[in-house]
């Protein structure tokens, strides 16, 4: 069984997911708010939204329901919420490495995904900042919303439940490895095309050429022969 609850305010859905842990789950149980005050992201990063313009969703699982590694199920999950945005916008949506979706050069989604053992059982938690109707973002040169991109407008409620519908119809649905890194490159940003990245503090250029099932991320950098490998936060790329 699969349930969402409405939260008029919260501090961080990924933290407030935890109360709806149950072992004996046989779909995943979300929250969401359009009023997050304390949001987390990836490495320690804040994510802020602003009231009533974007969506903050989580939700949790126990890991037993999934049958992929935690890595695939990082590349899955993330290609789902691809899906989605793009199905309902009608626009090209990628996901930058590892997990970000990018709409029109803009990143409109971080996503936060964590393992946690509570009572010795093992869930997922995954969490999602989408950035709906805000047309703001002064520094924020990297970001976007779904709004500002394709001048699109959205029911947040509306938004999020169909956003929790195709979660629930496709998350234990999952395709075969292969399947899912080969859709995984398909839509990876800027795959295949000259890339400045910062490494170590240096800027080099390079190429994206695809993803593994393991998490790391292959570039073609600049005179040198053979692909390097990266894994997260080893690299930052700049666009």
Do not use: C
């Not at 304390?38 to 804040?46: A, L």
């Not at 990245?197 to 993803?211: L, Y």
């Amino acid at each position: 069984m699969n349930s969402l609850l409405y939260l008029p305010s919260v501090g961080s859905t990924n933290d407030i997911i935890s109360q709806f842990a149950n072992p004996e789950a046989t779909g995943i149980s979300a929250v969401y708010t359009f009023d997050q005050t304390n949001g987390r992201g990836q490495y320690g990063n804040t994510w802020e939204i602003p009231k009533d313009k974007n969506i903050a969703y989580s939700f949790i699982l126990p890991t037993k329901l999934i049958e992929l590694s935690p890595n695939l199920f990082n590349f899955y999950t993330a290609l789902l919420l691809r899906d989605f945005i793009a199905k309902i916008t009608e626009n090209e949506v990628k996901v930058k490495w590892p997990n970000d979706i990018i709409l029109q050069n803009k990143k409109i989604v971080g996503i936060l995904i964590e393992k946690i053992t509570l009572n010795r059982n093992d869930y997922y938690v995954a969490g999602f900042g989408v950035n709906v109707l805000q047309d703001n973002f002064d520094a924020l040169t990297k970001a976007g919303s779904i709004k500002t991109q394709t001048q699109l407008s959205f029911d947040l409620h509306k938004f999020a439940e169909g956003m929790h519908e195709h979660f629930s119809n496709h998350l234990f649905n999952a395709p075969g490895e292969d399947q899912i890194i080969e859709r995984y490159n398909q839509f990876l940003f800027r795959k295949d095309q000259i890339s400045v990245f910062e490494i170590k503090n240096i800027r080099q250029n390079g190429i994206i050429r695809h993803a593994d099932k393991d998490g790391y991320l292959y570039v073609a950098l600049e005179n040198e022969d053979e692909l390097r490998k990266f894994f997260h936060k080893e690299l930052t790329l700049l666009y």
